[in-house]
């Protein structure tokens, strides 16, 4: 099974950037989806990005133009570059796989979970 470590985040301005990382080991990275959700203080867990296993990506409608999600093959690594930040952006990122099989299901907390990492953006 794939183990996920993600890393990147901080502490951030308004409209500044930064760039998460999620290293996967374990398993064959290059077959598994991918994607970033994030968690907010009081609020559930949500899909912020995600990438097939072909490249295609998706994003939802408050990062589009401002997010995006990458991933290195040969690096095991998938990326979320951060652009324009917001303080309601303020949350834990969590680093996600799935099997390419289960594309469809990202709207449900599936798969393995990296331990997160925390976003604070302040006005």
């Known amino acids: 099974q794939v183990q996920l470590a993600e890393s990147g985040g901080g502490l951030v301005q308004a409209g500044g950037s930064l760039r998460l990382s999620c290293a996967a080991s374990?398993?064959?990275?290059?077959?598994?989806?991918m994607a970033w959700y994030r968690q907010a203080p009081g609020k559930q867990r949500e899909l912020v990005a995600a990438?097939?296993?072909?490249?295609?990506?998706m994003y939802v409608d408050s990062v589009k133009e401002r997010f995006t999600i990458s991933r290195d093959n040969a690096k095991n690594t998938v990326y979320l570059q951060m652009n324009s930040l917001k303080p309601e952006d303020t949350a834990v990122y969590y680093c996600?796989?799935?099997?390419?099989?289960?594309?469809?299901?990202?709207?449900?907390?599936?798969?393995?979970w990296g331990q997160g990492t925390l976003v604070t953006v302040s006005s």
């Open positions: 990438i097939t296993s072909g490249g295609n990506t």
């Open positions: 996600n796989a799935r099997p390419q099989s289960a594309i469809a299901t990202f709207d449900r907390l599936l798969g393995v």
């Open positions: 374990g398993s064959i990275f290059r077959i598994y989806a």
